[in-house]
């Protein structure tokens, strides 16, 4: 018998099917005991085992991997915002240092 997330969803309550959609590549390689007793570590409400199951598959597909690989690209993306952003700042704040010290020198060549 061929699994698929919509036989999954038979054997788990409904409120349980949003994580099944989110989770249905590592879960399509178990089997159907599997998936029973991962539903029931989640009925129970021992999350932690019931994710870490799901970490540990998802790790062997390379599907962690690929999400690893996506937050770093992400990551880097903010970094580099970052960086921008401390330019602009870095140049404003020359401005107005400049501005302040030419200020200041008119004041001084007043008196």
Avoid: C
């Amino acid at each position: 018998m061929m699994l698929t997330v919509d036989k999954i969803k038979e054997y788990v309550p409904e409120e349980l099917h949003p994580i099944v959609d989110r989770h249905g590549p590592a879960i399509i390689d178990m089997t159907v005991d599997d998936v029973k007793a991962w539903a029931e570590l989640l009925v129970r409400g021992d999350v932690y085992s019931a994710y870490k199951e799901l970490f540990d598959r998802m790790r062997d597909r390379g599907g962690l991997s690929a999400m690893v690989a996506e937050d770093e690209r992400t990551l880097e993306s903010l970094r580099e915002l970052v960086d921008e952003n401390a330019e602009r700042v870095r140049r404003r704040n020359q401005v107005l240092l400049d501005l302040s010290k030419v200020g200041l020198g008119i004041l001084m060549a007043l008196i």
